[in-house]
């Protein structure tokens, strides 16, 4: 199989005959091991910053934090997560 990437974005997908390889291209023999384009967290609560005690400061930094959770979530390898949000009432 031939996966063609440039930058962070999958080109072309599929078996060596069909997909024309030129000289601009990084060779990487993966044979034997498994290619992912990311990973999916299907049980997050990435917009649920932890508290002991609700402050007005924390709820002032809770934008902040959000932004760090999803930062160090994309660093992590995942791509796409599943925010288990609690509503009050279902």
């Known amino acids: 199989m031939v996966i063609l990437v440039e930058g962070d974005t999958i080109l072309d997908v599929g078996y060596r005959p069909q997909i024309p390889v ?4 990084f060779y990487i ?4 091991r498994t290619i992912m384009p ?4 299907s049980h997050m609560h990435i917009c649920s910053p932890f508290m002991y005690q609700t402050s007005l ?9 959000i932004a760090l959770n999803n930062q160090r979530t994309v660093y992590s390898g995942v791509t796409t997560v599943c925010d288990m949000v609690v509503h009050k009432g279902l």
């Open 22 to 25: 030129t000289g601009q291209f």
């Open 29 to 32: 023999d993966a044979e034997g």
């Open 57 to 65: 400061g924390a709820v002032r930094q809770m934008p902040m934090q």
């Open 38 to 41: 990311g990973l999916i967290d």
